[in-house]
């Protein structure tokens, strides 16, 4: 017997963790997506930095075809073709010496957290294991993981969180001095605070990071998992700043809708993930590698990462310009395609309201909290869809304002 699913039946099948909007999408080409009753949206979320090359790219249709046809999946008892390739890749493109794969951003956050401490463990110590990081941060859903990011309600009402976890203040040095000391084994920082509020670090904090790291022998470890594989104009985003980390992680963009995470680190680094210290079942998978290798190849050209950083500026002259009329943002922020908009004082809070006055008016955007509308798109979406979500955000602020 056949059926067509509702939303109706996520509320009756679907444990509660989310909540997502009344419509379901069945169907999706570059950066245009298409419901159930065959209404056209135009998709400014991305999957939230997933969709790197939009929805059913041809490039990486055949590259899942091709090795769909030929072989899947096998344990970590054999390595592959498409994971040696990829791993490869990133290397040739990166400061890293050796890559570990996983399936996801918060796995990818748990083997670098996992290495940092055994690192500092094997080389000094089991004293040397506090793990410095910022406030307002988010590194995945993992206990792990989600205690070291800076939000605390991501982590209440699951037990006693695990120890040796400190937290600064984002873009602040002194509060990162007064918590590092000999003691400390990782600083953890996402070059750009995604959840938090797409808020950049600056070039002057990573570099205090990096040097007060090289001072306490202690590991910098970026999170790159929403601003990597071309997010920011850049392959990675600390390219921009020119700050090399000791551990690096990828994942959303990586794989273009596939999914796989990465976790990138030096010869100095690496040995500590030793044989049996931690392992993935479907890290390293053929697919997903086969994917992630041809998302690669295609995103890191200048015609691709040169377009990126142009279509920001498309997207800052529309949404200056919507500002312009109805004053609803405080300030517009982020780098590349990954940006944000922080809410006027008088709409305090209200960013979430966008969210299903977009989809009415056919657009598909983010929030980074209750206050900032993000904006995470295709790094290739043609500059028509650009112009035309935008006519479209601007109907979604006018509701909102007049409805205030």
Known sequence: MSYTPSRADFDRYMVPNYSPQQVIPVRGEGSRLWDQAGREYIDFAGGIAVNSLGHCHPVLTQALTEQGSTLWHLSNVYTNEPALKLAKALVERTFADKVYFCSSGGEANEAALKLARRWAFDNFGEYKQRIVSFRQSFHG???????????????????????????????NLDSVRNLIDDDTCAVVVEPIQGEGGITPATRAFLQGL????????????????????????????????????????????????????????TDRVAPALAMGTHGSTYGGNALACAV????????????????????????????????????????????????????????????????PLAIEEGLMALVA????????????????????????LERAIARLVAAK
Do not use: W
Request: proline share 5%; aromatic share 8%; charged share 20%.
């Open 369 to 392: 909290g209750p206050n900032v509308l993000r904006m995470a798109p295709s790094l290739v979406i043609p500059e028509a869809d650009i112009a035309e979500g935008m006519t479209r």
């Open 210 to 265: 990096r040097d007060l790291c090289d001072t306490h022998d202690v590991l910098l470890v970026y999170d790159e998992v929403q601003t990597g594989v071309g997010r920011t104009g850049s392959l990675y985003a600390y390219m921009e700043y020119g700050i090399e980390p000791d551990i690096l992680t990828s994942a959303k963009g990586l794989g273009g809708g596939f999914p796989i995470g990465a976790m990138l680190t």
């Open 141 to 171: 859903r993992t206990f792990f993981t989600v205690s070291v990011g800076g939000q605390p309600q991501y982590s209440q009402g699951f037990g006693p969180v695990p120890g040796g976890i400190v937290h600064g203040e984002f873009n």
């Open 292 to 355: 992630a290798l041809a998302v690669l190849e295609h995103i890191d050209t200048p015609e691709v990462l040169d377009g990126v950083k142009q279509r920001h500026m498309l997207f800052r002259e529309h949404l200056e310009a919507i500002n312009h009329k109805y004053g609803v943002f405080k300030e517009i922020r982020g780098q590349g395609l990954l940006i944000g908009a922080e809410m006027a004082t008088e709409h305090e809070g209200r960013a979430k309201d966008i969210l």
